[in-house]
């Protein structure tokens, strides 16, 4: 799960998603793919981030 670049020590001060911003969207991401068969690697939007 990619949360997004988010504003935090290890982010920086200049990312552009707060915490506020970037968790809902995390768990609603974890909650609609729940019980799916596989391996996604997906962001805080619910888009397949390529590894």
């Given amino acids: 799960m990619c949360p ?3 504003r935090t020590e290890l982010g920086g001060p200049d990312a ?3 915490i506020d911003q970037s ?3 995390v768990v609603d991401t ?3 793919h729940s019980g799916e068969p596989g391996l996604k690697y997906l962001d805080y939007q619910g888009q397949t981030v390529p590894w």
Avoid: D, Y
């Fill in 23 to 25: 968790v809902p969207g």
């Fill in 16 to 18: 552009p998603l707060t």
């Fill in 4 to 6: 997004g670049h988010v």
């Fill in 30 to 32: 974890i909650e609609r």
